[in-house]
C-alpha cells in the first residue's frame, strides 16, 4: 500500500542553508574593511625596503595634537611607561611598532621611545610611508 507517492522524505535540503552561509559570507567580506578603525598619522616618507610586520606586534601612533594611542586606547605621552606593561604581557609581546606624524619635533618621538623601551620592549619598528615615484619627479630630485 505504500509505493512511495504518498512517502515522507528523510533527507534534509541543504539549498537554503548553503544560500544562506554565501549570502552571510558576501556581507561580511564587503563590510570587514570598513570596521577597521585606526588613528590618522602622516608618516615621513623614506625609501627602504618593506618589512615584515609581525601579526601579533603592537601599534602605537602618536598623532600631529601630540596624542599617543596604543592601538586604539588614548594615553597622555607621560603614561606610557606606567600603563603600557598593564595594556599588554611585555613577556609576550615581541615588537612594537611606532607611528609617529612627521610634523612632531623629535624629541617627542625620543621621548615616546625611551619610554616603550623603560616598559621592557626592546623591539622597537618605526613605520614610514614609501617614497612615490611621482612625487620625486614633482620636486625634481628624482629621476
Same mark, same amino acid.
Given at each position: 500500500m505504500t509505493s512511495g507517492k504518498g512517502s515522507l522524505m528523510s533527507d534534509?535540503?541543504?539549498t537554503p542553508l548553503v544560500d544562506v552561509m554565501l549570502v552571510l559570507l558576501i556581507i561580511f567580506m564587503v563590510t570587514a574593511p570598513m570596521?577597521?578603525?585606526?588613528v590618522k598619522v602622516e608618516t615621513p616618507?623614506?625609501?627602504h625596503?618593506? %618589512?615584515d610586520v609581525d601579526p601579533k606586534g603592537l601599534m602605537i601612533?602618536?598623532?600631529a595634537s601630540r596624542r599617543v594611542f596604543v592601538n586604539q586606547y588614548e %594615553?597622555?605621552?607621560s603614561e606610557v611607561r606606567e600603563k603600557l606593561p598593564t595594556l599588554l604581557d611585555v613577556g609576550e609581546t615581541r615588537e612594537v611598532y611606532l607611528k609617529a606624524d612627521k610634523s612632531l619635533p623629535y624629541g617627542l618621538v625620543m621621548d615616546v621611545?625611551?619610554?616603550i623601551r623603560d616598559a621592557g620592549i626592546e623591539n622597537i619598528g618605526m613605520v614610514t610611508e614609501p617614497v612615490s615615484l611621482a612625487g620625486k619627479d614633482e620636486k625634481g630630485s628624482g629621476l
Open positions: 534534509i535540503n541543504v570596521m577597521t578603525h585606526g616618507e623614506t625609501t625596503e618593506k %618589512l601612533s602618536i598623532d %594615553l597622555r605621552a621611545m625611551a619610554q
